[in-house]
C-alpha cells in the first residue's frame, strides 16, 4: 500500500513538471495543475495517515495534556 502511494505520488510530481511550464499558456492546464497539486496533497496525508500508530493515537487522546499558563512561568 505505502510503495503504491509512493509510486503515484511520484507520477503526479512528474505530470506537475510537465506542466508547470504550459499553466500561463492555458487555462485548462492551470486547472489541470492545480487538481495535480490537490491529488499530491491527498496523497501525502494518506501516506502519513499509513504510518501513524492507530493505537499510540487513542492513547495520546486519552492522556490528558497539562497545559501551561502564563501564571506559570512567575511563579
Known sequence: MKDQLKKRIAQTELQIKKLNTHTSTSEICEDLYNSLILQKAVLKKQLEELDKNPLLEKIKKMVP???????????
Open 65 to 75: 495534556r497539562k497545559e501551561k499558563l502564563i501564571c506559570d512561568y512567575f511563579s
